[in-house]
């Protein structure tokens, strides 16, 4: 535990860091970006009209857009100041808000984001709106919708970050989230994604070993976090994150999946292990040349460039986490990425 603590400490440090340089740094910014310019974490993808947009981790939640991936103009932040709700939630909270979502549903764009403090379970997810991503559209405007979940420390084998929305087999919304502790939940969703549907209906989606009890502060070494649900064929695939983020070129993450062809599992790697019980066929590692690690993805199969894998990877040389995109060949019906 004495190693898992350091190594905890020090990505905290590093998250501090960064979070320190981007604040500094966002009015010297340049706004525009070339592909591998792009310094982002826990980036998610949507397409609207012709243009690619991109969210990340950061002051706000971060925005960019592109119209061909390689080319990137910085948008001006989701967010521009915290909500009562959320300061008087956690009195902690800056805007340095993490791991966001976006999906198209019920007419509007829905963006779900966490809030937290790391290595901690002090966490919450919260849920903004807009009925167009276009930052030059009189329509557009993200509005704050408040909170969906909340994870308190000693009292939750669970934490309230890296949300995901997705449709079950009948078009009803689900949210699958979590990191450490008790591995990642499943609970489905109200009809307006609002709130989490009465009565609640929960489920472990993704889980790995530990070596103590729970609850506890501490979020422990089932390192496993940032699920991500996608529909191909006749199955749903369940995406996860393991091992360890935000320790730059020290960093271990590495992504895995498995499949259903149910939207709420069991999910099954190719070698018939339920996830929930520390199951997962790799999808991609670091490299240890170019990438310490790779992880936090997004899977989109309805892109006009085809199915691509979109994640952040660890940079051996400077440790920043960079925007990786790559394309998929479903092979089999398992995801094979271009090398």
């Known amino acids: 535990m004495k190693i898992i603590s350091t190594l905890i400490i020090a990505g905290a440090i590093l998250s501090m860091n960064v979070q320190a340089q981007e604040n500094q740094g966002r009015k010297e910014r340049p706004t525009d ?34 119209r061909d991936l390689k080319n990137w103009h910085v948008e001006k932040p989701c967010m521009e100041a915290l909500p009562e709700w959320l300061t008087q939630t956690q009195p902690f909270a800056g805007l340095h808000l993490w791991a966001p979502d976006v999906i198209y549903y019920g007419g509007e764009w829905h963006l779900f984001y966490s809030s937290s403090a790391f290595a901690k379970n002090t966490s919450l997810i919260g849920h903004m709106t807009t009925p167009t991503l276009n930052p030059n559209d009189k329509e557009f405007g993200w509005k704050d919708k408040g ?41 489905k969703m109200n009809s307006d994604l609002s709130a989490i549907a009465q009565p609640e209906e929960w489920k472990t989606a993704s889980a790995r070993p530990r070596s103590f009890s729970y609850p506890s502060e501490d979020p422990g070494d089932g390192a496993v976090e940032a699920p991500f649900v996608t529909k191909y064929g006749d199955y749903y695939y369940l995406f996860v ?54 992880g936090h993805c997004s899977v ?12 952040h ?26 090398r």
């Open 147 to 187: 909170m969906i979940i909340q994870s308190v420390p000693n009292r939750d084998n669970w934490n309230a970050i890296d949300p995901n929305i997705f449709l079950d087999e009948e078009g009803s919304p689900w949210m699958v989230f979590g990191s450490f502790w008790g591995g990642l939940k499943m609970v």
């Open 241 to 294: 994150s393991i091992d360890y983020c935000c320790r730059g070129a020290e960093s271990t993450y590495k992504v895995v999946v498995g499949r259903s062809e149910n939207a709420t599992g069991p999910y099954i790697d190719k070698d018939g292990r339920q996830m929930q019980f520390d199951g997962g066929t790799l999808v991609i590692e670091g490299d240890k040349k170019r990438y310490s690690a790779v």
């Open 313 to 338: 990877a660890y940079d051996m040389e400077s440790g920043a986490p960079k925007l990786l995109i790559k394309k998929i060949n479903w092979t089999d019906g398992w995801p094979i990425l271009d």
């Open 300 to 311: 989109y199969n309805d892109m006009p460039v085809g199915p691509i894998f979109v994640s």
């Open 33 to 66: 970006l070339t592909y591998d310019q792009m310094v982002v974490h826990d980036p998610v993808m949507a397409y609207e009209d012709s243009v690619y947009y991109l969210y990340t981790t950061g002051y706000g939640v971060g925005s960019f857009s592109s």
